[in-house]
């Protein structure tokens, strides 16, 4: 079963503009992961934040952690053609025990960007 | 640098037969993840292997499913008498256990297609 949500399902912006999702979740993590997904093909890992740490930058990447809401986002900025795609976050279980590792993943945001 | 890949990419049957798919995970990972992707969904976890042991299988994994990590290296996902609802993306995925993180690298999935 999925952990959680993202939000918005869908967004769709011109070039140039910051784009916002944001993920909830259910149960304590270790850690979340976003992940981008061109159509019909595997998974490219974005960015990882740690439940103790409350917000990273990569590139034009900011992703926030907020653990007493269950939930993060993700921020992309100056935003690309090419950034076009479905992202999503995904969530490890705490340590300790066999399921640590095991991502559970959100149904994702489908991110268009028009030139 | 090599990736994680899968083979086939692709893959047709008629409703009935048994397919295996392989996957190769980067050569120093010590963890191998399946997971299967529906259109428009999520990934959702199936099972891991942690060198040549399987830690975790998800209830989704019905008795008609079942994976392999001979050696701890590559691994082999079996689906036997496929039924429609298998129709998928398998993603095979891995990741060298560290302390606190476990950063996962998907290959670029099996498309499975049942007639």
């Known amino acids: 079963s999925q952990q959680g949500e993202e939000d918005p399902q869908a967004l769709s912006i011109q070039e140039g503009e910051n784009a916002t999702m944001n993920c909830s979740y259910k149960?304590?993590?270790?850690?979340l992961q976003w992940y981008r997904q061109n159509s019909g093909r595997g998974l490219v890992h974005l960015i990882l934040?740690?439940?103790?740490?409350r917000e990273k930058h990569s590139g034009r990447l900011r992703v926030t952690l907020d653990t007493s809401k269950k939930s993060s986002s993700l921020l992309i900025t100056a935003s690309r053609a090419a950034d076009t795609a479905s992202y999503f976050c995904?969530?490890?279980?705490?340590?300790?025990?066999?399921?640590?590792?095991?991502?559970?993943f959100g149904q994702g945001t489908i991110l268009t960007v028009h030139p | 640098d090599t990736g994680v890949s899968q083979n086939p990419r692709h893959k047709i049957t008629k409703r009935g037969q048994n397919v295996t798919f392989r996957c190769d995970p980067i050569?120093?990972?010590?963890?191998l993840y399946w997971y299967r992707q529906t259109l428009g969904q999520g990934p959702e976890f199936l099972t891991y292997?942690?060198?040549?042991?399987?830690?975790?299988k998800s209830r989704l994994l019905s008795d008609r499913f079942s994976a392999e990590r001979p050696k701890g290296s590559f691994s082999t996902l079996e689906i036997q008498r496929t039924e429609q609802g298998d129709s998928a993306m398998y993603l095979c995925a891995s990741s060298l256990r560290e302390r606190f993180t476990d950063t996962q690298y998907f290959g670029p999935g099996t498309r499975l297609t049942v007639l």
């Open positions: 050569s120093e990972h010590n963890r």
């Open positions: 149960t304590s993590i270790n850690n």
């Open positions: 934040i740690r439940s103790n740490e």
């Open positions: 995904a969530t490890a279980p705490i340590a300790g025990g066999t399921s640590y590792g095991k991502l559970t």
């Open positions: 292997f942690q060198n040549e042991a399987q830690l975790e």
